[in-house]
Structures are given as C-alpha cells and as structure tokens.
C-alpha cells in the first residue's frame, strides 16, 4: 500500500507539473495532449518493471536496484556522508574505510556505465523511499522529457508543418516502450536531447546556461556510456562546421569530417602501439558471446582484424540491427510486433534517401546529423551483439533520432505529391 501511496503521489506531482508549469508550456500539444503522452510514457515505464518481473522474471534492472538499496541504507543508518559520496563521487577503485563493506557487496561498483544505473536508482531512493515501482515512474520521466527537448528541436530547426513528425518521437513502439524502462536508454535518450537541443540554442544565441546543459549532458554521458558520446562527435562537429560555413554540399562536409575521424582511429593506434579499433570491436563482440545465448541468438561469424574485414561485416551489421527481427525470426507476439516495426522503419528509410535532396541546405545538414548518428549507432550494435532481444533495447536509442528524421522526410515527400 506505501509503494502505490508514492507511485501515485509522484505521478501526479509530476504530471502537474507538466500540465501547469509554464516549461512545459507547448505550441505543438495542447495541455491536454501532452499530459496524455506523459501519462503513456509512465505507463511504458511501470510496464518495462512488471514485464520483467512477471513474465521475463529477469533483468539487469533488478540488480541496479538492488545495488542501490545498499547505498540507501547508508541514508537509513545515519551515514549520510557516505550516502552522497557514493551517490557522486568517481567510483571503480579500491576503497578502504566507511564505505569498503558497501562496495564490497555491490556488484556495479567497476563498471562506470553500470554504475551511473545504481547511482541514479540510489538518488531516486532518497524521494521514493526505495520503491522500484517509483523509480521506474523517475526513469520514464527523464525518457519524457529527452522527446520533450529532442521535439523542440526539430521544431526549432526543420519547422515541420504536419505534427504527425513530432507525434513519432513519443508513439514510436520502440520509443515508448525501449527508452522508458529502468536502462542506460531512458537516461541516453535525455542527456542526448539535452546536448543537441543545448548546441542549437548556443549556435542561434550563445546564452551562457546552454554551454553548462551542453558540458554537463556530455560528461554525464561519457559516464553513462562513453561510445555514444564519441558517436555523437563527428556528426556534431559537421554540422558545426557546415552551419558557421554554409558549404554548398552538407554531405561533403560531413564525409570529410567522418574520413579524418575513422582514419585517425585506424593509423593512431599503429603509429602509438595501442589496440587497433578493429581488435577492440571484436573483442567486445566476443564479450558478449560469452554471455550465453538466450531464444533469440544470431550468428555473427568471424571477423577478420583489420579495417577492410570490418567494412566488410558492414552491411550485416546494418541488416541485424535495421530490419532483424524479419518475418524469419518470428517465434512470439513480442517479436512478431518488433518485425513490423522494423518492415515500417526499414521501408521509410528506403524512400527516404530518394527525397533528401528535396529538402532546403540548412534542414538537409540537420537531417544529415540525426542519421548520422543513428547509421553508426547501429552500425557499432549489429557489429557487436549476437542476440536480437538485445539489438532491440539497444537500437533505440539510435532510432530516438531517426524516426522523426525520416518521419519529416517522409512528410515533405507527401508536401510535394501534393
């Protein structure tokens, strides 16, 4: 009864703040709509506990949050030092006194990205008194709020004139459900929103609180995961350069951008006698090999270690993580839906590419980021991950920007039939 007493104070809190507060106030949705699509996000997000818990009766959910309860009895215990010091302090190195018997029993304390998943459900823990029904609620929100910033943005900058484009970023299946679970997703998908929605208001306005959103999105998700911030780097730094120079051709410059940044990641490591990026991709695929297989494995094969046996393995990676789950891979309900999401998605992409160059300079360069991105991101899972339950959690982070992207090419598609 206490558990569902918090749940239901905090969801409706949260969600009048979002129907009062005037941040929250929106030229796109009425107050109405928008606390309907709150509403569905919370839903998805208490969803993603109860489905794990009853039916996948499994989730690395589960132990974040049991690793979080240790830090929050340091709360209970009168240790509140301690609390805020393992809620915000570095960890993952030896530790002796208080806090040794903690991070002893916690299980997260080496592994930085894992840990941000504890160190977060532990702060959570200081409101929800510990409820992981509550902590989800918390997670979802920050999920909201990213479509929120990320709906902004495209707003700001491609101006869509039919709101079906932005009603993708929170109806999206993989959108909704993915992105509002208890997981790294809901927090990648705020704190990339964060940065991007923070570098478009610097590059219109340079408003000195835009840098710190932009600087504090960007160490926080280094923490959270490292590798979706270097993916965001090239693609960022391209439409930079495209916006301060106007260059006539928005693709060259992005591909100049992305030649020097792989070449350099390919001759850095001969030239200094480190791991080559190739040696580390299969070493992290090999990684997850070794975690077993589960119902809805793949078969990756052998990669060869060098750059050219990588590119090679590039149109398998994009065909496992794009359009995988294919009718072929049905055997459920759950991936029956997921195959039809990815026949729609692989679909739009396709015809998309025949109507960029219809699109104006300035919204084909901001096209070009969000797609970007999401190529290499998926590009990075299906290169490294044999299981395609687990492609689908992970590749919606990358869809979080190619939905819309492709849903607003689609809509100028329909503009010019029309």
């Known amino acids: 009864m206490k558990e569902f007493?918090?749940?239901?104070?905090?969801?409706?809190?949260?969600?009048?703040?979002?129907?009062?507060?005037?941040?929250?106030?929106?030229?796109?949705?009425?107050?109405?709509?928008?606390?309907?699509?709150?509403?569905?996000?919370?839903?998805?997000?208490?969803?993603?506990?109860?489905?794990?818990?009853?039916?996948?009766?499994?989730?690395?959910?589960?132990?974040?949050?049991?690793?979080?309860?240790?830090?929050?009895?340091?709360?209970?215990?009168?240790?509140?030092?301690?609390?805020?010091?393992?809620?915000?302090?570095?960890?993952?190195?030896?530790?002796?006194?208080?806090?040794?018997?903690?991070?002893?029993?916690?299980?997260?304390?080496?592994?930085?990205?894992?840990?941000?998943?504890?160190?977060?459900?532990?702060?959570?823990?200081?409101?929800?008194?510990?409820?992981?029904?509550?902590?989800?609620?918390?997670?979802?929100?920050?999920?909201?709020?990213?479509?929120?910033?990320?709906?902004?943005?495209?707003?700001?900058?491609?101006?869509?004139?039919?709101?079906?484009?932005?009603?993708?970023?929170?109806?999206?299946?993989?959108?909704?459900?993915?992105?509002?679970?208890?997981?790294?997703?809901?927090?990648?998908?705020?704190?990339i929103a964060c940065l991007l929605f923070g570098l478009i208001k610097i590059l219109r306005t340079r408003i000195w609180y835009y840098y710190l959103l932009v600087c504090l999105a960007a160490v926080l998700l280094w923490f959270t995961r490292f590798f979706i911030l270097a993916l965001l780097i090239p693609p960022l730094v391209s439409y930079i350069i495209w916006y301060w120079k106007k260059f006539n051709r928005p693709i060259l410059v992005f591909a100049v951008v992305y030649f020097l940044v792989f070449g350099l990641l390919f001759i850095l490591p001969e030239c200094f006698d480190l791991p080559s990026l190739s040696g580390q991709i299969i070493a992290r695929k090999e990684l997850y090999e070794a975690l077993g297989s589960g119902n809805t494995a793949i078969e990756l094969g052998v990669y060869e270690d060098s750059p050219l046996g990588l590119f090679k393995k590039l149109p398998q990676a994009l065909f496992n993580s794009l359009i995988r789950p294919h009718f072929m891979d049905v055997n459920s309900i759950f991936l029956a839906l997921a195959s039809l999401e990815s026949f729609v998605i692989s679909l739009a992409f396709i015809i998309s590419i025949f109507y960029l160059k219809e699109l104006s300079k300035p919204k084909r360069a901001f096209i070009y980021l969000l797609m970007a991105f999401s190529l290499s991101y998926l590009l990075l899972t299906g290169l490294i991950v044999p299981n395609i339950g687990a492609i689908l959690r992970y590749r919606s982070v990358a869809l979080f920007l190619m939905i819309p992207a492709l849903a607003y090419v689609l809509s100028k598609k329909d503009s010019l039939a029309n």
Not at 76 to 97: S, T, W
Not at 131 to 148: D, E, M, R
């Open 5 to 191: 007493l918090t749940f239901l104070f905090y969801f409706l809190l949260l969600g009048t703040l979002v129907y009062k507060a005037k941040i929250f106030k929106s030229d796109i949705f009425s107050k109405r709509q928008l606390w309907a699509l709150y509403s569905l996000k919370m839903f998805s997000g208490l969803s993603y506990v109860l489905i794990s818990k009853g039916l996948i009766k499994a989730g690395d959910i589960f132990l974040y949050f049991e690793d979080s309860k240790l830090i929050y009895q340091e709360l209970l215990q009168g240790r509140v030092f301690d609390y805020f010091y393992l809620c915000f302090a570095p960890n993952g190195y030896l530790v002796e006194g208080n806090i040794a018997k903690v991070v002893d029993a916690m299980g997260f304390w080496w592994d930085s990205s894992a840990y941000m998943v504890v160190r977060l459900n532990a702060i959570f823990n200081f409101f929800s008194f510990a409820s992981i029904y509550t902590n989800a609620l918390f997670f979802a929100f920050l999920s909201f709020l990213g479509s929120l910033l990320l709906v902004r943005s495209i707003q700001i900058v491609l101006k869509p004139k039919t709101k079906w484009v932005l009603w993708t970023v929170f109806l999206s299946p993989s959108l909704l459900y993915w992105t509002a679970g208890m997981h790294k997703e809901s927090i990648c998908v705020f704190l």
